[in-house]
């Protein structure tokens, strides 16, 4: 499908949609668990299924309501200790990164084969951090080159891991949530400086709250005590920065919207777009009960590192491309291998529009311009936030713009469009024939 839309300017409140990366954390906890589970302020987008479906797959039994997620934990149901009567479990990844990186690690905890598929570019994700762990304990794995098609079979020991934190988080991610449930103790060491802390402290957030303990020391070592049980909990998922970001940024480009619900004493990663945005020259403040902001002044050029907020850079670029002065993104290589490579889809999109950013290895130099002409047809590179950037984009654009692929907010932001066009964004949809 595409999208056409006129330059319009965003006025209006909105409630943040839950955070995907605290609702994933919450329904693997909530699923590992002795008990039953209420998880509240819940959207069901794409990679959020894509969990349920997998934790389902060992035994979870989960009730969809329209905003609260009911989930009985395996723990409850028995079947962390059936044997299966069949030879393979299939568990769909869609396109999720964080499904795939947090549940394989966890499907050694079941008896059989695990295959684990998937779409997109999700099959290009390095999983070789699990390889060699692996390879030293003797789990059997096979996997195809350049798509997701891996099968593991085999139990994980509790004992020393050696981890690199440069790589993904999610792999840390993965062994923490798995790791207490082994019969005796483990410690995971990062070999090389961590990225991503915040997403981190996410976890060890949401392992706390179900009952399991970590020790972390300063985020080289994690200690983790062996025979630990997740307790059943009532939980709400708090609002997500990283799609707050993309309002906070059209604020810093004169609309105007005020953002519900968004907890600033969180500990999401994500929340440093407040942070980077105040460089630039935005003040935020408190309005109707909510958050918004505008700039104190023409926006200044600043140097964003993309190593512990990764997800926001692309709308940052944005930002930076309507700022005085030229913006270095740095530390941002990863960004090539998420959904699409976004250092090349946003460089290359926004550049249509009338942006100047020049694409490095591992980051953007972006030189600001006045403004955006708009008028060119652009493509989402089928990335959620690749789509709403370019829709951010168009409120500053001179003219319209067409994005074309633009459902695949559904992956993070299911109503993104909804909420679009109340607050004032003026599109129209048509299939594009392919």
């Known amino acids: 499908m595409d999208c056409l839309i006129?330059?319009?300017?965003?006025?209006?409140e909105v409630k943040v949609p839950p955070s995907k990366s605290i609702a994933h954390r919450a329904v693997?906890?909530?699923a590992l668990s002795d008990g039953i589970s209420r998880i509240s302020n819940i959207d069901y987008s794409d990679d959020i299924l894509a969990t349920m479906e997998a934790m389902k797959s060992f035994g979870a039994k989960m009730t969809k309501n329209e905003d609260v997620l009911e989930v009985v934990g395996i723990y409850a149901t028995g079947q962390l200790d059936r044997k299966r009567n069949i030879d393979e479990v299939l568990i769909d990844c869609n396109e999720s990164g964080s499904t795939l990186r947090f549940v394989v690690p966890i499907s050694t905890?079941?008896?059989?084969?695990?295959?684990?598929?998937?779409r997109g570019k999700l099959g290009q994700r390095p999983l070789h951090t699990y390889y060699n762990i692996f390879d030293e304990q003797g789990i059997q794995y096979s996997y195809k080159e350049g798509e997701l098609d891996l099968r593991v079979e085999g139990k994980l020991?509790?004992?020393?891991y050696e981890v690199p934190g440069n790589v993904s988080s999610q792999f840390i991610s993965g062994l923490l949530f798995t790791?207490?449930?082994?019969?005796?103790d483990s410690k995971i060491v990062i070999t090389t400086e961590m990225e991503s802390k915040g997403y981190i402290d996410l976890t060890l957030s949401a392992l706390k709250d179900f009952g399991i303990h970590i020790i972390n020391h300063n985020y080289q070592e994690f200690f983790i005590k062996g025979n630990q049980k997740y307790k059943a909990r009532d939980y709400r998922v708090e609002a997500d920065f990283s799609q707050a970001a993309f309002f906070?940024?059209?604020?810093?480009?004169?609309n105007e919207v005020v953002l519900h619900d968004l907890n600033l004493d969180s500990l999401q990663g994500d929340k440093e777009v407040i942070h980077i945005l105040e460089r630039m020259g935005m003040k935020f403040y408190q309005e109707n009960g909510g958050l918004t902001g505008k700039p104190e002044k023409e926006l200044t050029a600043t140097v964003i590192d993309g190593s512990q907020c990764p997800d926001i850079i692309p709308v940052l670029s944005l930002a930076a491309a309507l700022s005085k002065g030229t913006t270095k993104v740095i530390n941002a290589g990863r960004l090539r291998i998420k959904e699409s490579d976004r250092l090349h889809a946003i460089a290359t999109e926004l550049n249509k529009i009338g942006a100047k950013i020049i694409e490095k290895e591992d980051g953007l130099i972006i030189e600001g311009v006045p403004s955006l002409y708009g008028g060119s047809a652009v493509w989402s590179h089928n990335d959620h936030r690749i789509a709403m950037t370019l829709a951010i984009a168009s409120t500053v654009c001179k003219t319209s713009i067409l994005i074309?692929?633009?459902?695949c907010v559904s992956k993070s932001y299911p109503n993104f469009w909804r909420d679009f066009k109340v607050l004032g964004g003026r599109f129209f949809e048509r299939?594009?024939?392919?």
């Open 6 to 12: 006129d330059p319009k300017k965003l006025n209006g």
């Open 109 to 118: 905890l079941f008896p059989g084969e695990h295959r684990f598929i998937g």
């Open 404 to 407: 074309e692929d633009h459902e």
């Open 248 to 254: 906070l940024v059209a604020n810093a480009l004169n």
């Open 28 to 30: 693997i906890c909530a």
């Open 157 to 160: 020991k509790s004992g020393l």
């Open 179 to 184: 790791l207490p449930l082994l019969d005796g």
């Open 431 to 434: 299939d594009n024939g392919k």
